[in-house]
């Protein structure tokens, strides 16, 4: 079992910073593959950002190239996503996912991938 809790959401002003935290439980945290999505209102989930379980390797949406990092750190069992230069339509709860296979790729980029997810937290960016 692997439980993953999200931390760091909040309300900032367009152009801003956050930086989200996903803490996991479970002894093999370093041979899972890492996920960022997020779901605004009314809409899918959408995928933001995917690292390989070593960290080498890792893929962000088009939409957040550039303004988001996904990062992890093993020995705190903790994966990252900082987000720079919000936008308004970054707005959506954000959703951290372990896929507890030991493979990497491009199918990293669909829910359907991951095992386990954590409750979410909430960003919202006012204009």
């Known amino acids: 079992q692997v439980q993953l809790v999200e931390s760091g959401g909040g309300l900032v002003q367009a152009g801003g910073s956050l930086r989200l935290s996903c803490a996991a439980s479970?002894?093999?945290?370093?041979?899972?593959?890492m996920g960022w999505f997020r779901q605004a209102p009314g809409k899918e989930r959408e995928f933001v950002a995917a690292?390989?379980?070593?960290?080498?390797?890792?893929y962000h949406a088009d939409s957040v190239k550039g303004r988001f990092t996904i990062s992890r750190d093993n020995a705190k069992k903790t994966v990252y996503l900082q987000m720079n230069r919000l936008k308004p339509e970054d707005t959506a709860v954000y959703y951290c996912?372990?896929?507890?296979?030991?493979?990497?790729?491009?199918?990293?980029?669909?829910?359907?991938?991951?095992?386990?997810w954590g409750q979410g937290t909430q960003v919202t960016v006012s204009s």
């Open positions: 479970g002894r093999t945290f370093s041979n899972y593959a």
């Open positions: 690292i390989s379980w070593s960290g080498g390797r890792t």
């Open positions: 996912a372990a896929d507890l296979g030991r493979d990497f790729g491009l199918h990293h980029r669909t829910p359907a991938e991951y095992d386990y």
